[in-house]
């Protein structure tokens, strides 16, 4: 089978198209996507390039059985990226990278979850559309051309989120907005240890779990890189940081030399996605920690 989505709207906050699923001629399936915006594919606040790629039944790890995993034809991750599914999602926070599919778009509002309209546009029975797709697909692998114009020409329309000023709210959603990098730290101290050692690039979507006076903890994005096995317990695709005392760094490459680029505390849960020798390439499943509330935005 084979897939197309055309990317057709674009903004500062995500990016709108059409999905369109073929067997041989037929026309089988037609739907809504949502993406984040084209930032020139960096990782986890740009949506992935046009290009040809395949998605893969996902079968292990998160969204376990609900989503395909897209990537390069010869079967390696999206060049420069990791872990780029389709899957079900509402709103442009709901994604890293990733595809989301639905029926249309509404600007929706979620009291049980606190979450209130802004102005911007989300998906909309987005979890049936990807159970439709699954039926339709199943376990088998299918093409997908991403297309649109090419990044360089993209015209990119600013939306301002209209958002009440009132202090953050657990499962609010909250965007890094520093000039530089912000600290992600174990405590809400100052002084206390990092949890990245590379910290929260600006524009890095996070979700608010809790505020403690200025410092709101919440879950950051997942951070990808290579760890030596010695350090970790592994069970199949996934595996727990296991480390006596102190943190695990989180390296380029798979070699004692390369930079560390972020180091992650005892108990972190990981997914495997590759193995070298003694090393492993993996994901963080979720990294939780506090930053200075000051820096995060609506």
């Known amino acids: 089978m084979k897939a197309i989505l055309r990317r057709n709207e674009h903004s500062n906050l995500q990016t709108l198209g059409e999905f369109q699923l ?5 026309l089988v399936m037609e739907c809504k996507t949502l993406e984040l915006p084209w930032k020139d594919n960096q990782n986890s606040i740009s949506c992935i390039p046009t290009g040809s790629y395949k998605a893969v039944f996902r079968d292990f790890g998160n969204y376990a059985g ?17 872990g780029i599914l389709i899957h079900s999602g509402n709103f442009f926070t709901d994604t890293r990278g990733c595809i989301l599919l639905g029926t249309g778009y509404a600007d929706l509002e979620v009291k049980s979850k606190g979450i209130k309209k802004d102005g911007v546009l989300d ?3 987005s979890r049936n559309t990807i159970n439709k797709l ?14 649109g114009e090419p990044e360089s020409e993209i015209t990119v329309t600013t939306i301002e989120l209209d958002l009440e000023t009132a202090p953050f709210q657990p499962n609010d959603r909250a965007v890094v907005n520093v000039k530089t990098i912000l600290n992600f730290r174990s405590a809400p101290e100052k002084s206390a240890p990092k949890v990245l050692a590379s910290g929260l690039a600006n524009g890095t979507f996070v979700q608010i779990l809790e505020m403690k006076g200025e410092w709101a903890k919440v879950f950051a994005p997942t951070v990808r890189g290579w760890v030596h096995g010695n350090f970790v317990k592994k069970d199949g695709k996934e595996a727990v940081v296991n480390t006596e005392s102190g943190r695990l760094n989180v390296r380029t490459l798979p070699e004692v030399s390369s930079q560390a680029i972020n180091a992650l505390e005892k108990g972190t849960l ?23 509330g000051e820096y995060l935005s609506k």
């Open 270 to 292: 990981l997914e495997v996605l590759k193995e070298q020798d003694e090393w492993l390439e993996v994901t963080a499943l979720s990294v939780e920690g506090y930053v200075y």
């Open 123 to 125: 998906l909309v029975n």
């Open 134 to 147: 699954i039926e339709i697909v199943g376990d088998k692998e299918l093409t997908l051309d991403v297309i």
């Open 66 to 82: 609900r989503a395909y995993h897209i990537q390069e034809l010869d079967g390696s991750e999206v060049k420069g990226r990791s």
């Open 22 to 26: 073929f067997d041989g001629e037929e």
